[in-house]
Every structure is written in C-alpha cells, then in structure tokens.
C-alpha cells in the first residue's frame, strides 16, 4: 500500500486517501529522524487497523515521505474494509 507521511503531526492518525497521488495520508508525531517516524507509521497502522505489528513492514521509501507498506495474513478485501472503518472512526 502506497502511503505519505507526514512526520511531526501533533496527532498519529490515519487520513484519508489522496486520489490524486493514489496514497494514503498518515500523520505522526515522530520526526522523520533515524527512522522514528518509520517505527510510528508501522505501529499507527497497526494500531488503528488491529494487526499485529509484525505483520506490517516498509518495502520501499525508508528515507522519503512517500512509502511502500507490505500487510502480510490480511485479505485484500479484510485490509481495505477495516482501512475504510479506521477512516470513518474520528
């Protein structure tokens, strides 16, 4: 899943997909310093979608704001409706 982060949020939370980039929006409040923000992406998902955090993984992206993420033993279909639940959820 193709993701952009914004690192120094004053809130972790998912957003919402931007259709224009095709990505979705996640906000941490780590700073995108020796890979902190990386950490607080993978365990905000995970968080906010209810996996384990061994299942999540950056594939692509480990230095930019614009990421890979890899979900392993999740559906497709499971990962985008629980995504859609966490969106809707304030």
Same mark, same amino acid.
């Given at each position: !899943?193709?993701?952009?982060?914004?690192?120094?949020? /004053? /809130?972790?939370?998912?957003?919402?997909?931007?259709?224009?980039? @095709?990505?979705?929006n996640?906000?941490?409040?780590?700073?995108?310093?020796?890979? !902190?923000?990386? &950490?607080?992406?993978?365990?905000?998902?995970? #968080? @906010?979608?209810?996996?384990?955090?061994?299942?999540? @993984?950056?594939? @692509?992206? /480990? #230095?930019?704001?614009?990421? #890979?993420?890899?979900? *392993?033993?999740?559906?497709?279909? &499971?990962?985008?409706?629980t995504?859609?639940?966490?969106v *809707? &959820?304030?």
């Amino acid at each position: !899943m193709s993701v952009e982060v914004q690192a120094g949020a /004053h /809130h972790n939370q998912i957003g919402e997909v931007n259709a224009w980039r @095709s990505r979705l929006n996640v906000a941490v409040r780590a700073q995108a310093q020796k890979g !902190m923000a990386n &950490t607080a992406v993978l365990e905000c998902l995970s #968080t @906010s979608l209810n996996l384990p955090r061994s299942s999540l @993984s950056i594939v @692509s992206g /480990h #230095t930019s704001k614009k990421k #890979t993420v890899k979900f *392993e033993n999740i559906s497709e279909k &499971t990962l985008l409706e629980t995504l859609r639940e966490a969106v *809707e &959820t304030p």
